[in-house]
């Protein structure tokens, strides 16, 4: 998305929110852009910048991806060094202004001034920085256009809430289905939940009306969909350090299509009772698995479950995702449904069991079960916890069940059509042509 704007442009500063699942597309997009002579430069937080230790991100086809931190007001530890969530805000809302406008000023200073901003709509805040300088914002969305859809109603006051309330039992957008409140994001079906975050979301909406939109994804690298850039193999960034080795050597011992993979994103803290579930679901299954636990969540899994499922599975603090659903060991992918894992397994073509936890999964799992079909959905009971039985019926569908057939010939068509976006002609690679053409 946006504003409109005529004078050249050959230089952008990319502003993401400082989580994995905001960095690695809008890295990606910074990658394209260089491939068309734009120069990028990245401004992730200062703690994200120390831990990838380097000032620079090369490309291959064009101008290197420069790195200016900004800083979050936590710069040794980020948002895991804040006292809260909401201080964390509090703080990147206050020092990140203050350390942009540095960036920006330091680099006109250099004869190499920035043109354009493109930023995460997590971070609102950066459209009035680049106001104050008169460069041309550019608002990128890391959540689909449903999501961003029901949001924008949310905040222009078309969708009331709370959604349990008098009114309309379901909510419906300009082109989606209708949803059932649980279908919708979790900041709307369950209302007061996260009121930081939520505000936080609604606030992208405020200085956008009139404004273009278009579509530029999926932003994965190259090398898994049209490979015109085949050396792009990786998103060149990851917060936890992957056990690559481990897994690939893991995975080669195993039949095609026999593996389950489990993942539930760089956020998502389960309980002790949902890992338990899980972690017995898997076990008593009749398939390998390879499942990622961050380290730091590998207390919460069951005593002496590691030694059991010997030959049978594999837990590891972080893995690869993209090797790991590009391997042909693997037949299923067990997510929370973040958007970046689902657009993953799309252009990998491996069908999804969703076990959606918070913000816009449920709404991403809708579309994987009843509207794209490469997938199907786990159901929570009372206690919002998916029972072993549950998750255990959900992969025996996609492995083995009447519908695999009709889910497979799904998973093909949109790997196909994912393919076909980013290549010569496709709606994306349009897209970014007539951005680029507009930025220089």
């Known amino acids: 998305m946006e504003e409109a704007r005529q004078s050249k442009k050959d230089h952008v500063l990319v502003v993401p929110f400082p989580a994995q699942g905001h960095i690695n597309p809008m890295l990606q997009l910074c990658k394209l852009l260089s491939t068309k002579g734009i120069k990028p430069t990245l401004s992730l937080t200062v703690c994200i910048s120390k831990s990838i230790n380097t000032t620079t991100i090369p490309t291959h086809h064009g101008p290197p991806i420069q790195l200016r931190p900004i800083s979050d007001g936590y710069d040794e530890g980020g948002l895991h060094q804040a006292e809260s969530i909401e201080a964390y805000l509090d703080s990147i809302r206050t020092d990140g202004p203050k350390t942009l406008t ?26 009035n920085v680049a106001q104050q300088f008169g460069l041309a914002r550019v608002l990128f969305f890391t959540e689909s256009c449903t999501v961003n859809s029901i949001y924008y109603h949310v905040q222009r006051g078309l969708i009331q809430l709370p959604l349990m309330g008098p009114g309309p039992s379901t909510v419906s957008v300009p082109g989606a289905p209708e949803l059932q409140p649980w279908e919708t994001p979790s900041f709307l079906h369950k209302f007061g939940s996260f009121p930081v975050w939520f505000e936080g979301v609604l606030r992208q909406y405020n200085d956008i009306d009139h404004w273009r939109v278009g579509t530029i994804g999926p932003t994965i690298p190259s090398y898994y969909l049209d490979k015109s850039l085949e050396d792009e193999k990786d998103h060149n960034f990851q917060l936890f350090k992957p056990n690559t080795t481990s897994c690939k050597n893991w995975l080669d011992t195993k039949p095609r299509n026999s593996v389950i993979y489990v993942s539930f994103g760089s956020l998502i803290k389960l309980t002790e009772e949902q890992f338990e579930e899980v972690a017995w679901s898997l076990k008593n299954g009749r398939y390998s698995f390879l499942w990622v636990v961050r380290e730091l969540e590998q207390a919460k899994l069951p005593k002496g479950f590691i030694d059991e499922i010997f030959g049978q599975g ?127």
């Open 314 to 440: 594999l837990v590891v603090g972080w893995a690869s995702q993209l090797e790991v659903l590009a391997h042909e060991a693997t037949g299923c992918f067990v997510t929370h449904c973040g958007l970046n894992s689902i657009l993953e397994a799309f252009c990998l073509g491996v069908p999804i069991v969703g076990v959606p936890r918070w913000t816009d999964q449920a709404t991403n799992a809708k579309f994987v079960e009843d509207v794209w079909g490469v997938g199907v959905r786990t159901k929570v009971d009372k206690k919002g916890i998916v029972r072993r039985e549950n998750l255990d019926e959900c992969i025996r569908k996609i492995m083995e069940g009447d519908i695999r057939e009709e889910i497979m010939k799904n998973v093909a068509k949109w790997k196909k059509l994912a393919k076909q976006t980013l290549s010569e002609g496709g709606s994306s690679y349009k897209n970014i042509d007539e951005f680029v053409a507009y930025l220089a």
């Open 102 to 127: 540095q960036i920006i000023k330091k680099l006109s200073e250099e004869g190499d001034p920035v043109t354009a901003i493109i930023y995460d709509g997590f971070m609102p805040w950066v459209f």
